[in-house]
């Protein structure tokens, strides 16, 4: 059936390092990509999406490529800080299915 | 936040007995939907409902129910609850895009649930 991969499920970087995720979708549909973070004990907030119609969108420090012909898109955080540390997740697609979830740690 | 509210917060129960879950908003958004959360698998849709009286199922459905009755309340009802129903319940909102594709989902601040 139709899913969405995340990888990967845990990531550990030193402050001021970049971070990548990357998620890996099957339904050629879809035409909506947005990355979720989740603090410990909090709810999923959007920290970011992106449209079918374009290729990479930046705000800040964290921008999200797409990749539909691979159907891949990823997440890019740069300069981390330790209040980056958070589960991130990518979707929902189509079908309301999420990542299972990245464990980022960024160590000061 | 959007305005979105679930309660309870936290509720424990026995396996067997019923129990109701409620999500409440003040945004007008027409989507509004169930997820569980539990370590290893994230977020999995339970039910969700397009409008009012218009529901439809998620990845996880059994054992569970919906109502939608209005536009700002949705309801999730297990009938009996088991121990493997214990997790985490998160309700979220969304409004369509003009394109009619899904959109950003505001979540609300989760319950958690343990049925012993």
Known sequence: GENVEQHPSTLSVQEGDSAVIKCTYSDSASNY?????????KRPQL???IRSNVGEKKDQRIAVTLNKTAKHFSLHITE?????SAVYFCGPDN???FGAGTRLTVKP | DAGITQSPRHKVTETGTPVTLRCHQTENHRYMYWYRQDPGHGLRLIHYSYGVKDTDKGEVSDGYSVSRSKTEDFLLT???ATSSQTS???CAIS???TSGSINEQFFGPGTRLTVL
Request: glycine share 4%.
């Open chain 2, 78 to 80: 297990l009938e009996s």
């Open chain 1, 95 to 97: 079908d309301m299915r």
């Open chain 1, 80 to 84: 981390t800080q330790p209040e980056d």
């Open chain 2, 95 to 97: 409004e369509s895009s």
């Open chain 1, 47 to 49: 920290i970011i999406d």
């Open chain 2, 88 to 90: 985490v319940y998160f």
């Open chain 1, 33 to 41: 990509f947005p990355w979720y973070k989740q603090e410990l004990g």
